[in-house]
């Protein structure tokens, strides 16, 4: 549409996303964990969404490290999609091949408790999506 719509602050006709990819949460190097700086740069990535104010952000592929992340990765998503969804940004959340529908579903504790436009997405809808995506190709 080139009507111009509400934009978070301003009226305008595009539509701006913020594109997170690979986070590999829980990822350990040489036995030492990374999750104090993910945690630290998952802070930062907040900072920017404040002030870029984009209509949305993709968090797309490998957002855990292993099939089976350890509790910390889980809680520190959890805590992010929190933060996201309190800022009244809508969320997409696309598994990689290091993530399960599942896996993914299962921290949404704060993101069920957020305002709207937040979904907690059950394996379900990760499910559904999934299968529409793969009429697609």
Known sequence: ?????????????????????????????????????????????????????????????????KPVPPTEAVELLDGFLTELCTRGVPVLLISGNHDSPERLAFGGGGAARAPPPCHNPTVRDMRAFAERQATFK
């Open 1 to 65: 549409s080139t009507t111009p719509r509400p934009g978070r602050g301003k009226e305008r006709t595009d539509m701006k996303f913020l594109h997170l990819a690979d986070l590999h949460l829980g990822k350990r190097v040489n036995g030492f964990s990374m999750l104090e700086d993910q945690a630290y740069i998952l802070r930062q990535i907040l900072a920017i969404l404040d002030d870029e104010r984009p209509d949305g952000v993709l968090i797309a592929g490998d957002i855990y490290d």
